[in-house]
T-cell receptor
Framework: EAQVTQNPRYLITVTGKKLTVTCSQN?????MSWYRQDPGLGLRQIYY???????DKGDVPEGYKVSRKEKRNFPLILESPSPNQTSLYFC????????????????FGDGTRLSIL | AQSVAQPEDQVNVAEGNPLTVKCTYS??????LFWYVQYPNRGLQFLLK??????LVKGSYGFEAEFNKSQTSFHLKKPSALVSDSALYFC????????????FGRGTSLIVHP
């Protein structure tokens, strides 16, 4: 089954304790991205990657890191989490490479709810 | 800069009645437009997209959307609503030949009453 898998689904942690949210897709998609969803703000993109070893900032990258060492995986790293990063996070992937533009729909994981105390 | 507006936080409709969820956009260039649906505790699911061609786009679960270039709108419609259509709906836009950063609207909660 084609899917985007995020782990963990829920996490409560404390300020300053490094954490990683994993994301894996099995559709051989080039493009992957991370979003956060906050009430009244919709989805905002944190980082995206157009292919292995190619990453770039989205609209709200501060406080986050990503890496893309393999095509299927795109982990989100919070080096020193703070309470304002409490949110619902989504990983997504889609077909697409340079020249195809951005006309492909995205496939989303089921989300990771992070609470940072 | 590109933007998307979903002017209604919530839409209420009776089961069996037609529904419309509104979306307007602003881009420099030709838009790619998408609708997604989000059920509780789930990620977004793709419903339909407009890339080019016919202004009326049909998608999953009986939904359709009409691209109106002069009004810069892409409203989501369904002729007969079901209670199971109750969910959060997001409109998104990106630009032909542009960056890979799509812009999402804030979402509209659709509530279908039995």
């Amino acid at each position: 089954e084609a899917q985007v898998t995020q782990n963990p689904r829920y996490l409560i942690t404390v300020t300053g304790k490094k954490l990683t949210v994993t994301c894996s897709q099995n559709m051989n998609h080039e493009y992957m991205s991370w979003y956060r969803q906050d009430p009244g703000l919709g989805l905002r993109q944190i980082y995206y990657s157009m292919n292995v070893e190619v990453t770039d900032k989205g609209d709200v990258p501060e406080g986050y890191k990503v890496s893309r060492k393999e095509k299927r995986n795109f982990p989100l790293i919070l080096e020193s989490p703070s309470p304002n990063q409490t949110s619902l996070y989504f990983c997504a992937s889609s077909l697409g490479n340079l020249g195809q533009g951005s006309n492909q729909p995205q496939h989303f994981g089921d989300g990771t709810r992070l609470s940072i105390l | 800069a590109q933007s998307v507006a979903q002017p209604e936080d919530q839409v209420n409709v009776a089961e069996g009645n037609p529904l419309t969820v509104k979306c307007t956009y602003s881009v420099s260039g030709n838009p790619y437009l998408f609708w997604y649906v989000q059920y509780p505790n789930r990620g977004l699911q793709f419903l339909l997209k407009y890339i080019t061609g016919d202004n009326l786009v049909k998608g999953s679960y009986g939904f359709e959307a009409e691209f109106n270039k002069s009004q810069t709108s892409f409203h989501l419609k369904k002729p007969s609503a079901l209670v199971s259509d109750s969910a959060l709906y997001f409109c998104a836009v990106s630009v032909s030949g542009g960056s890979y950063i799509p812009t999402f609207g804030r979402g509209t909660s659709l509530i279908v009453h039995p």
